[in-house]
């Protein structure tokens, strides 16, 4: 099945996952510490309605494992490092993240799992839209029917 971006381009299911990629954000180095910020529509595609983080998660926990049909996310390591596997339903492709400058853009209708969290990682989300429970994916045969893939 092919959606329809907002820009009007068609977009197949099996390109969600190029559009997914880590973003570098700004840096100010010091001496007494470095600094990053993050401005909604500026550094990332979208304005932040939410923040939410994992954090004392045991060792050898996962989490994730749902995807969403329109919430936009930069994920961050604030802390320690762990692992996001995004999938499209046809593509994964897992991403190690262990550098507070650094956050990984995750686009909507994509399914995610973390894990791999290093002792006393946080976790943080900055996410496109308020919680809301019928925005999500928490089966992945539902996803890959969404995908127009099963
Ligand atoms: P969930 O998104 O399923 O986290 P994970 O996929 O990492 O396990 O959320 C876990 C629980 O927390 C679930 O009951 C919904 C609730 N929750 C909120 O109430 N607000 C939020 O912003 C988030 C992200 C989750």
Known sequence: ?????????????????????????????????????????????????????????????????????????????????FDVVLDDGDKKQRFHLNRSYNGLYVCPMIWRELDNFSSGSVCMVLASNRYDEADYYRNYDDYLVAQGLK
Do not use: W
Not at 20 to 45: F, M, Q, W
């Open 1 to 81: 099945m092919a959606k329809l971006c907002s820009c009007g381009e068609m977009l197949v299911p099996t390109m969600f996952l190029d559009r997914c990629k880590i973003i570098s954000l700004p840096k100010i180095a010091d001496p007494r510490g470095n600094l990053t910020y993050v401005e909604g529509g500026e550094h990332i595609p979208f304005a932040i309605q939410r923040v939410y983080y994992l954090y004392d998660v045991p060792g050898g926990a996962e989490r994730g494992g749902h995807a969403h049909k329109g919430l936009q996310q930069l994920i961050v390591a604030m802390s320690g490092s």
